[in-house]
């Protein structure tokens, strides 16, 4: 089946310094992806880089297909369709995401206008009705609200009411919990898998919280210093992580169930983006770090169905695996 | 709403008060205007008669609790040079000030927001460094130094213009030039600074990541939000209007309000440079209450708080 979106070989640098080396990834239509790792591993800057919402500064290079189109270097207005009508996306920061001079109508009522065919009143319609969906009480009379006057949670529900004005295909959510409380995390979280139900959307979910993504995903692929390390399914990667670095990510976790343990930290800190090691960028942190690890990064290669890893290991892991398979 | 008006208004009134005062005390610090007036040779019985005429032999409270009670009523005072009521010295000045000030007032407006706006959005490029260059020497230049340059070369060397007077509209255009670079360079930077605050936040990337059209992201998300620190230095512009030119009059002897002040302020005359300091308090203050009304029409967010207060 061919990708709905096809990430290829994207990189981008900051003046010079480059923050993504090399990402690819597929995003099947209807399907949910975790995107996971440390702040400054990347996740962001892949959607924001892939939709042109980087600023000048920043050199983009790679290739970003949606349905076979490439979108790095399209034209403006070509990019404007795209954005909030195929592929929107919604922000960590609920607080300063809406504009606040303006009433939730208008910046509804904006979204609505650009990408389906509606008039006059059967916009405020519209708005009403997908703020009623998103779960904001009294939706009528709050559409002349400004964003200062709901709490944090309710503008991340007027977020995703804004995001699904265009009908898209593919909603990147951007650490969409990460500013909020506990509970509410929950919540939200649970009207975004609901809606992507509904409207059999493909998501994205970029977060640095591995059970968030363990229980809204389907497929999970882990970022380390602007690359990726290891894509697999979720149950899979959360069972058995096979790159060092996801391993040490998930016995970060404190396990559910069974005895307690001591919970292990990861060594070291994430290199500087413009002082990359020559070879795998994990190898100075790593455990397992071999002679030819510091020589050249390894290639993501597959080593199971729909699994690949990003280590010189990683040959020894598929063979294991397969061992366990034939037994 | 109606204790936060109570209150704004009691505080523009004190601010009033304290200039007045101020101007009072030093004024009567500084100088005799008896001597300033009939100078050094003059008499001393002509002198003292001078001085009981005005009052001025009078305790100084007494005089300024005479002053308020002046005011209240409505009068503020002669000058002591002819004699006539002050205010109507200052009001028949003011159409000359504001000739100057009103259009400096536009071209500050139309060229420094406009500059500014263009520099944010192409930061870092040749026009933007441009404009910030220029608009540092506006803003360090005193205004006297600009005014002597643009006479140096305009009226001195190319003689294309009159390089002082108030004879046409052509004695104008120096004058006015002088008060719009500065002016426009403050604001340019101002309005540049704001902007790109702006275009940092979140919502605007949000209004793009919908697929809103750059045009239309920086007129209906960005300005309307940079708008709010640019008016307050539009208010305090505005608030100059009244008295905003007293170098520019000065170095093209334009009969205006600023002339009248210097002249005023070096011969003691009181009830002339009071009145006209009562008058620049009152524009100041009230410009400074138009700005805070605007920043409730501009930013819902204060709207409420002003409710609330």
């Known amino acids: 089946m061919a990708a709905l979106v096809n990430i290829q070989d994207l990189r981008v640098a900051f003046s010079g310094v480059p923050v993504l080396r090399g990402v690819d990834l597929a995003l099947q239509k209807g399907e949910a992806v975790g995107l996971v790792g440390e702040s400054g591993s990347g996740k962001s800057v892949t959607w924001l880089s892939a939709l042109g919402l980087l600023p000048r500064q920043a050199t983009v290079t790679g290739s970003v297909r949606l349905d076979g189109r490439e979108l790095l270097g399209a034209p403006a207005s070509e990019l404007d369709q795209v954005r909030g009508g195929r592929i929107a996306m919604i922000f960590q920061d609920p607080a300063s995401a809406l504009n606040p001079v303006l009433t939730i109508r208008k910046q509804l009522c904006e979204a609505l206008a650009l990408h389906r065919d509606l008039q006059g009143n059967a916009v405020k319609a519209e708005a009403r009705r997908l703020l009623d969906l998103v779960g904001i009480p009294d939706a009528g009379r709050r559409l002349e609200a400004y964003p200062h006057e709901f709490s944090g949670g309710q503008v991340q529900r007027i977020m995703i009411a804004m995001a699904l004005a265009g009908n898209p295909d593919v909603l990147i959510a951007d650490e969409p919990t990460t500013a909020l409380d506990a509970t509410i995390q929950a919540q939200i979280l649970e009207l975004l898998s609901s809606i992507r139900r509904e409207f059999a959307m493909a998501m994205v979910l970029i977060s640095h919280d591995l059970g968030v993504v363990a229980e809204n995903c389907d497929r999970v692929a882990v970022m380390y210093a602007g690359r990726i390390v290891e894509q697999a399914p979720a149950n899979q990667l959360f069972a058995d992580p096979v790159h060092p670095y996801a391993q040490g990510l998930i016995g970060a976790l404190p396990p559910l169930d069974g005895p307690r343990r001591r919970l292990t930290a990861i060594p070291g800190t994430v290199p500087d983006p413009a002082k990359m090691p020559d070879g795998c960028a994990f190898a100075p942190r790593c455990a397992m770090a071999a002679e030819a690890c510091n020589l050249a990064a390894p290639p993501l290669a597959p080593i199971a169905n729909d699994r690949v890893v990003a280590c010189i290991r990683a040959e020894a892991s598929r063979r294991a695996l397969l061992g366990i398979a034939a037994e | ?309």
């Open chain 2, 1 to 309: 709403m109606g204790r936060y008006l109570a209150i704004r208004f009691g505080r523009a009134a004190l601010t009033i008060v304290l200039v007045v005062t101020f101007a009072f005390v030093v004024l009567r610090l500084s100088g005799d205007p008896a001597l300033m007036i009939l100078g050094p040779e003059a008499p001393p019985e002509v002198l003292a008669a001078f001085r009981k005429a005005w009052g001025l032999d009078d305790p100084i409270w007494f005089q300024y609790l005479d002053y308020f009670g002046a005011i209240a009523k409505g009068e503020l005072g002669r000058s002591m040079r002819d004699g006539r009521p002050a205010i109507e010295l200052v009001l028949e000045r003011i159409p000359a000030t504001l000739a100057l000030t009103l259009p400096a007032f536009f071209f500050k407006v139309a060229l420094g927001v406009p500059a500014g706006i263009y520099a944010a959005l192409h930061r870092g490029s040749a026009i933007d460094r441009a404009v910030m260059m220029t608009a540092v020497a506006g803003f360090t230049v005193p205004s006297f130094v600009l005014a002597l340059i643009l006479v140096l070369v305009f009226a001195v060397q190319l003689g294309w213009l009159p390089s002082g007077g108030q004879d046409s509209w052509r004695h104008a255009i120096l004058p006015i030039a002088t008060l719009s670079l500065g002016g426009a360079a403050v604001l340019a930077r101002f309005t540049r600074s704001a902007m790109l605050e702006v275009l940092g936040q979140p919502y605007i990337r949000t209004a793009s990541a919908k697929g809103v059209p750059w045009r239309k992201v920086v007129t209906s998300h960005a300005l309307p939000n940079a708008a709010i620190p640019t008016v307050t230095i539009l208010g305090f512009m505005v608030g100059t209007l009244i008295a905003g030119a007293v170098v520019v009059e000065s170095v093209f002897s334009w009969p205006g309000v600023g002339r009248l002040l210097v002249v005023a302020v070096a011969n003691r005359d009181l009830a002339v440079v009071q009145c006209i300091l009562l008058l620049v308090a009152m524009t100041m203050v009230t410009s400074n209450l138009v700005v805070d009304f605007l920043y409730g029409f501009l930013d819902p967010r204060l709207r409420a708080k002003g409710a609330h207060a």
